[in-house]
Each structure stands twice: as structure tokens, then as C-alpha cells.
């Protein structure tokens, strides 16, 4: 498996380093950024090959960040996953589906479930 270039945005730093962790044992890049702004400033130069986007960022949130993310053109195909707050999982699907949203991960962070999910998103998005 070709490792991936991941971008990641939450406020929590133990959420960032999490991610880090989990992915990075697997050889992937993770790129991680305490605020939506500073997502959107790196999407300005690179399109990677994932984004997760934690339900706890604001201004923008994550939500928002996916509808603007899914009107630029180089960036329509990157799959993103949403990470919802702790109970969130099920109200934030429909709204993460409008939102055009890949998957919706659900807390806590379990290193199968991250890793399985991101794989199958990035391959899922390489083959169509």
C-alpha cells in the first residue's frame, strides 16, 4: 500500500496527535491544523489525498469547510471524513451527507476503524 498525504483539522490537540499517531504508524503523512483557517491556507498549495475534519472546529466548521472544500474544482474528489463530538455520530449523518462528506467516524478514536476507513475512502475515490 502506497502511503497517503492526509490533512487533518481539530481544535484538540490529543485529537491531532492521535491522528498522527494512528496513520503515521502506517507510514501516511499526517498534516494536522488546530483551526479550519489554517486547512484552507495548505489547500491553497496542495491537494492531498485525504481530509478529516473534526464536528468541534468552528469558524468555519467542519461542515462548512466541506461545502467549500467540494466547490473547488481540484479538490472535489478528496474524500473526507468527519470525526463527530462524542454522541453526535447519528444526528451529524444527514447533515454531513448535504455537506457532501465521504463518512462520518464516530468518537472514540479506534486505530482499526481510522485506518480502515481512510483506506477504503482514498482507494474508493483512486478507482472512480
Do not use: W
Amino acid at each position: 500500500m502506497q502511503p497517503y498525504h492526509i490533512l487533518a483539522a481539530s481544535p484538540e490537540q490529543t485529537t491531532r496527535d492521535m491522528l498522527d499517531l494512528i496513520l503515521g504508524s502506517d507510514g501516511h503523512q499526517v498534516t494536522c491544523f488546530g483551526s479550519g483557517g489554517e486547512l484552507l491556507t495548505e489547500l491553497r498549495r496542495a491537494v492531498p489525498d485525504g481530509l478529516i475534519l473534526d464536528d468541534a472546529l468552528d469558524g468555519p466548521s467542519a461542515l462548512e469547510l466541506c461545502r467549500r472544500i467540494r466547490k473547488v474544482g481540484r479538490l472535489k474528489q478528496v474524500p473526507i471524513i468527519l470525526l463527530a463530538s462524542p454522541g453526535r455520530d447519528q444526528t451529524l449523518l444527514a447533515s454531513a451527507r448535504q455537506a457532501q462528506a465521504n463518512e462520518v467516524l464516530g468518537r472514540p478514536l479506534i486505530g482499526k476503524n481510522v485506518r480502515a476507513r481512510i483506506r477504503r475512502i482514498i482507494e474508493e475515490s483512486r478507482v472512480s
